[in-house]
Every structure is written in structure tokens, then in C-alpha cells.
């Protein structure tokens, strides 16, 4: 018995060997690389496990969650007011626009309406914050193509944004200022023209990196026709923002969904671009940076008098019921569902943020690509840690 | 011509002094050399390009800066990785620097000043230059490491990409100088005349202007220097072959990049740029061994300052682009360079 099993055994160990010297000039072993969670590409703590065939990705997973700070649990334990100072922190470099969607949310549920100055600066300040947060993309995009120096005029140039930013709100990079009714503060005094010299000059930083990034042509070879997303593929994996609309979709919350801001009374373009490749994303967002700063230049113009805050009960205790309300963040659409049981705190906040959304297609369209296009794909998809993870 | 064995100077010395001499100046050349270069370019220029000011506080405008960076090298654990292949890995920087200093041996910047002023001269520095590849492939390979190992692979298959075009484009020098030796590459552009002018003699430049633009990048790529750095893409493989590497090892590797920057760029200047001679001077003036050195650096600063320019300013190209530009473009440019140098020497 245990012969005939000896001998099954060796035979069967003997086919084993001769496949595998057949094999053997056959086969080429797969590799798995991974990047992150500490890796200069992935900006912060996102995790691609990538299958390579030498340099080809077979399959690529992003693994997220390095950075889970628990916020829509910690929303439960603070006060409506006390929120902002945490939806601040999700996507960082725009933190005033994390605020205004909860706010609002929060106004829609107390049936208050902020007075129209206050739209008209949160306005403001939501697209000082894209353009802080965007310009900083279009220096970073030729960072990851290995081009130091744009990165260093986008750190420039952004400090105009932010010392406005810092000096109508007190905080570079976590205003905390939006108000539930209003504002904390009116603007100081000095600040539209101050702010209008700023947009001049990040006007410059945007036909500066036009001719420099956009011109090159190593740059062009690097992005054009590399990690095409069609628009239906885009739709059906919840793309939003600048990732969509570089697939043609001409889809901006800030024109199609009125939620009570100043987008709709001045007079502004959504810039879209047929490619679909990572060239259209960097392209659509630096046209977006530009309009941004014309948006602004109106708001300023056309900004009403009055009072910046409502009246509000000075402890605020939120009426039951539940609201969503989403905007046209800097990354895509950001929204709140918010739920409240008539108490200090909410009973439960559902936050969608755009990154997340933004990098489940990864997978999807690493698929195939050389590993020189993950970093550039990821680099174009744009996303922050803090808005995937949160 | 100047025959190497006769210098001008009559200075005796015995066999194993001159070596000992020769050695201690090369060794002595090269950290200053990629010091040097780290300094005015990487550290400064590239500063004022990003509008930064760079180091200001090591010395007067920063000038030790680097100095102080080697001292915290020095200080650093020799850290070898559990899985390396420790002698292939303590070796690979040894390699990269061999290569680099043996390329130093063989520029001339004075009618005397030369480490060995050796008859197929052209043919030797980029020869030694390119074993560099080996000591990248071994660093790439023995670190174990996923990253090193893509670093390598592309490392290799770029510089072997780039020797050609970077070989080829001299063929055209070597053709109208009648020579392969260095020092008869410089008498024949310092006695050369354009249009029946000699005042600055003939640097071949002018002729070769296409050997040149084609040498120039090939350098660029031999030197991993972006738009070609795609072997150590900080972005996306961290350092590439350098990921491991830490301390002296690492300091080892810098000094080998500069150095041979420095190098390549002094090739570039005695292959096109007229080499040590000074116009007005006869070609074995003792004087030049004098201003020889003075005029060579002023020429290496200016290449040099073209090669990192180029590398702070663009991006990188893809492995596949770059190897599309090295074999579909550059080396037939510089076949018909080839053709067309050797057609009009035997017109003229």
C-alpha cells in the first residue's frame, strides 16, 4: 500500500519536474510592487498594490484607510457649530470649501438663510480655496513628471491665496469661519483691493504654467492619449469634479445645483475637454484656476452690503429631519447627509467626498499602463488622503 | 602635434612618483569637481531658478554647505539591507567612482597637464565612462529591492541606449581631427582656420554642430539627468538603484554623478570647444599649462550650466520614449553626421 503510493508519488513529482523544465523559458514570473503607503506619488498614505509584467500593470488595487480619522463617527459626540472645525481637515488645502456644504446643510434644516453678503463672501472665499488648493496641483502634476521647479512657483503663488485667505479668516489653512446663519467676521478693511492684486498675479502663474508645462513636449507625451476615461466609464464609477468634466461631461454642481450661493449671479464658464487623458484633467483644472480668479475678481465687484450673519437661537439645537447638500468642491462633489433628532449634535453624518469616489477607478484604468503612467494617472486624478480617507 | 612623451617642462621624475602624483591629483579632483557642481548648480542655481535662496548660513553665500553635507554623511549607519548581496553591494559605488575617476585620467587641460595622453584617447574615456553601467546594474540588482531592481533594469537599458549616439557623434570630431588622441583633438582645432582665418583657430563646434547637439543629450542621459532620469524618477521609484543606500555608499554615488558630470562636460569641451588652448599662444607654450587649467574651467562651468539647466527644468520621459529617441532618431542623425563629415573630408 504504501509502496504503490511511494511510487504514485515519485511519478507524479517526476511529471512535476518535467513540466516545469518545459516551463521554465516559458513562464515569466509576475511582480508585485508596492507603492506606498509611504511613497512620494501616492501624496500621503495611499497604498497601490500593483501586479507587474516587467513594467506592465496587470492589476492594481489601491488600498486606503492609512489615514482613517473616524470623522463622521466624531461628528456625533460635537456641536453643529464644533463640526467645522473637523470637515476643515478632509481635503486640507481647500478646507473653507469642506465647511460650506455642512453649514448649509445645517442652515437647510433650521430653515435659516444666511443674509446675501455672506453668500457673496463664502462665495469668495470657496474659490480662493479652489485656487489654493488647485494651483498647488498644477505645480505638483510636473513634480511627478520629474520638472522640480513649477512645484516651487506653485508654493509661491499660492501664498498670495492663502494670506488673503489668512487675513479675512485668521487661518491659512483651516479657516473655520463659515457660520451657521452667516460669518464670524465681515472682511477687513483693505482686503477686495488686496485680494484683486492676488488674482492678477495667479492669473500670471496660469499663463506662466501654460506655456511651461502645457508647451512642453515631453509633457505632452507623458499625459496625451495616457489613462483615458471615457465619460460613460467615468459616470458609472462616480467620477466627479475635474476628472469628469476633462471626459467631456459638462456636469459643474456650482451651475446645475443652486444651493443659495452667488455662483448663478455672476457670469462665469465650465471648461470641459474631449480627451478624457491625463493632459484634458491638468488642462480643465488650470482653466478652472484661471476662471476662478475672474469669479472672484465679479464677486468682489458685485458684493451687496448688509449684515453677515442671521438671526440664530445662540445655542444651536438643530431641528429633526435629515438634509443633503452637495457642491462643486475643488476635488469634485462633496456632500453632507445629515441627520438630526432635534439635538445639540447630529445623529448621524454621512460625508461624500470626492477623492474617494475619484480613485475607485484606479484599478480600472491602471489596468495595462507602464509603471511611469501610475504616477502620472494618479498624479492627474488628483486626490488628497484626507478626502479619501477622512 | 604634440608629442606626448616630450612635454615642455623639464621636470624628471621617476616612474612610481609621477603615478603617485597622477593618483593623488585625479583622487583629489574628482570630490572637488562634483563639489563644485553641487554647489553653483544644484544647490544655487537651481535655487534661484525656483526663486529660493539656497544655502546661506555653511560658510560665506553657503559655501560649505556641501562639506558639512558630506560630514553628516560620514556620520551615518552603514546600513546593508537583510536580504543583500553584501559584497555586490558594498562594491556597486566603488564601481560607479572607479568609472568616473578613470575618465578624469585621460582629459587634458595643459600641453603637459594630462593624467595619460594616450593615442586612442576618445575611444578609452567613453569606454571606462561605461562601466559605470556595471557598478548601476550590481547596485540595482544586490539591494533587493523592487524598486532597485527597476532602477537598475532601466539604468542599464538607457546607457547602453545612449553609448551609441554618444559614441557616434564624436566619429564625426574624430574624422576631421585625423586623430583619437585628445591632445591631437585640441592641436587640430587650435590650428585650424575658418574661412582662411586662424584667430581662434577652428573649434569644431562650428563644424560639428550636430555631433555636438547629439553628444549633449547622450551625455544628458548618460548622466541620468532628467528629461532622462527615469532610472532613479524620485516621483515614482524613489532613487531607483540608490534607494538602499545610505552614508558614505550614498555620498559615494553623488560624488560619482557630479564627477562624472564634470567629466563629460570637459569632454564636451575638448572634443568641441577648442580644449585648453588660448588664442594667441603657440600650441606648446609652456604658458598654457598655466592658463590651460583656467580656460578648461571656465569651459566645463559653461557646459555644465547647459546640462543643468536642461535638468532643472524639464520632465522626464517615459523608458519606452526615451529608448524611441535613442534608436529612431538620435544614432541615425548621427550616422548621416558620420556620412556627411567623412563625404567633405575627402572633398577638402
Not at chain 1, 220 to 247: D, F, K
Not at chain 2, 196 to 222: D, N, R
Amino acid at each position: 500500500m504504501t509502496a504503490i503510493s511511494e511510487r504514485r508519488q515519485l511519478a507524479y513529482i517526476a511529471a512535476q519536474a518535467s513540466d516545469a523544465r518545459v516551463n521554465v523559458e516559458l513562464e515569466t514570473e509576475g511582480m508585485t510592487l508596492n507603492m506606498g503607503p509611504q511613497h512620494p506619488a501616492t501624496h500621503g498614505t495611499l497604498r497601490i498594490v500593483a501586479k507587474l509584467d516587467g513594467e506592465q500593470v496587470i492589476a492594481a488595487d489601491p488600498i486606503m484607510g492609512y489615514m482613517h480619522r473616524g470623522y463622521e463617527k466624531l461628528t456625533e459626540v460635537r456641536t453643529y457649530p464644533q463640526v467645522t472645525t473637523l470637515v476643515n481637515r478632509i481635503d486640507w488645502l481647500g478646507s473653507f470649501a469642506n465647511e460650506v456644504p455642512f453649514i448649509l446643510a445645517a442652515e437647510r434644516l433650521m430653515e435659516v438663510e444666511a443674509p446675501p453678503r455672506a453668500q457673496w463672501i463664502r462665495t469668495a472665499l470657496f474659490e480662493l480655496s479652489r485656487i489654493a488648493n488647485i494651483s498647488l496641483f498644477l505645480g505638483d502634476m510636473a513634480l511627478q513628471l520629474g520638472a522640480l521647479t513649477p512645484a516651487f512657483y506653485a508654493f509661491r503663488d499660492r501664498e498670495f491665496v492663502l494670506n488673503q485667505i489668512e487675513s479675512a479668516t485668521g487661518g491659512r489653512f483651516h479657516p473655520n469661519f463659515d457660520r451657521i446663519g452667516g460669518l464670524k467676521d465681515d472682511l477687513p478693511k483693505g482686503w477686495i483691493a488686496e485680494t484683486k492684486t492676488a488674482m492678477v498675479k495667479l492669473r500670471d502663474f496660469c499663463d506662466m504654467l501654460e506655456t511651461l508645462v502645457t508647451g512642453n513636449e515631453i509633457f505632452e507625451a507623458r499625459t496625451r492619449g495616457i489613462g483615458v476615461i471615457p465619460a460613460e466609464v467615468g459616470l458609472s464609477y462616480g467620477l466627479s469634479g475635474a476628472n469628469i468634466r476633462a471626459s467631456g461631461v459638462d456636469w459643474d454642481l456650482r451651475r446645475d445645483q443652486p444651493v443659495g450661493l452667488a455662483w448663478n449671479e455672476i457670469d462665469w464658464k465650465v471648461w470641459t475637454h474631449p480627451d478624457g487623458d491625463s493632459f484634458a484633467r491638468f488642462w480643465v483644472r488650470l482653466q478652472e484656476v484661471r476662471e476662478s480668479t475672474k469669479m472672484v475678481d465679479q464677486l468682489l465687484d458685485g458684493l451687496p452690503s448688509g449684515p453677515i450673519m442671521a438671526k440664530v437661537p445662540r445655542i444651536i439645537k438643530v431641528p429633526a429631519g435629515e438634509a443633503w447638500v452637495s457642491t462643486e468642491n475643488p476635488l469634485g462633489e462633496m456632500g453632507y447627509y445629515v441627520v438630526s433628532q432635534g439635538d445639540l449634535v447630529p445623529f448621524r453624518v454621512k460625508i461624500r467626498s470626492a477623492s474617494f469616489n475619484n480613485v475607485s477607478i484606479v484599478p480600472w484604468v491602471l489596468k495595462g499602463v507602464y509603471v511611469p503612467d501610475i504616477v502620472t494617472i494618479l498624479a492627474s486624478l488628483y486626490f488628497i488622503l484626507g478626502d479619501i480617507d477622512r | 602635434m604634440i608629442d606626448p612623451a616630450l612635454g615642455t617642462l623639464a621636470i624628471e621624475l621617476a616612474y612610481w612618483q609621477e603615478t603617485l602624483i597622477k593618483v593623488g591629483v585625479v583622487a583629489a579632483l574628482v570630490p572637488t569637481a562634483a563639489l563644485i557642481l553641487g554647489y553653483v548648480f544644484l544647490l544655487k542655481m537651481m535655487s534661484f531658478m525656483q526663486s529660493r535662496l539656497g544655502p546661506m548660513d555653511a560658510g560665506p553665500f553657503g559655501i560649505l554647505q556641501l562639506v558639512a553635507d558630506g560630514a553628516k554623511f560620514l556620520q551615518k549607519e552603514d546600513i546593508f539591507p537583510a536580504r543583500a548581496d553584501k559584497w555586490v553591494f558594498a562594491m556597486a559605488p566603488i564601481v560607479v567612482l572607479v568609472s568616473t575617476m578613470l575618465v578624469y585620467v585621460l582629459i587634458p587641460v595643459g600641453p603637459d597637464l594630462v593624467g595619460e595622453a594616450v593615442d586612442t584617447g576618445v575611444f578609452l574615456a567613453l569606454a571606462v565612462s561605461s562601466i559605470s553601467v556595471i557598478g548601476i546594474l550590481m547596485a540595482g540588482w544586490s539591494s533587493a529591492n523592487k524598486y532597485s531592481l527597476i532602477g537598475g533594469m532601466r539604468a542599464a537599458g538607457q546607457l547602453i541606449a545612449y553609448e551609441l549616439p554618444l559614441v557616434l557623434a564624436v566619429v564625426g570630431v574624430v574624422i576631421q581631427a585625423g586623430t583619437l588622441n585628445l591632445q591631437g583633438i585640441v592641436a587640430a582645432q587650435a590650428t585650424g582656420e575658418i574661412f582662411g582665418w586662424g584667430g581662434i583657430g577652428s573649434p569644431f563646434i562650428l563644424t560639428q554642430f550636430v555631433g555636438f547637439f547629439i553628444f549633449m543629450i547622450a551625455v544628458q542621459a548618460e548622466l541620468t539627468q532628467t528629461p532622462f532620469d527615469m532610472p532613479v524618477a524620485e516621483s515614482e521609484i524613489v532613487g531607483g538603484y540608490q534607494v538602499e543606500y545610505t552614508g558614505f555608499r550614498f555620498l559615494t554615488f553623488f560624488l560619482a554623478e557630479f564627477g562624472t558630470a564634470f567629466a563629460f562636460a570637459g569632454l564636451a569641451a575638448v572634443l568641441f570647444l577648442g580644449g585648453w588652448w588660448v588664442p594667441g599662444f603657440e600650441i606648446d607654450s609652456p604658458w598654457l599649462n598655466v592658463l590651460g587649467p583656467i580656460v578648461m574651467f571656465i569651459k566645463i562651468m559653461a557646459v555644465s550650466f547647459f546640462i543643468f539647466w536642461f535638468r532643472f527644468t524639464y520632465p522626464r520621459f517615459r523608458e519606452d520614449q526615451l529608448q524611441a529617441l535613442a534608436w529612431k532618431v538620435l544614432i541615425p542623425l548621427s550616422l548621416a553626421n558620420i556620412v556627411v563629415t567623412g563625404v567633405l573630408k575627402v572633398v577638402f
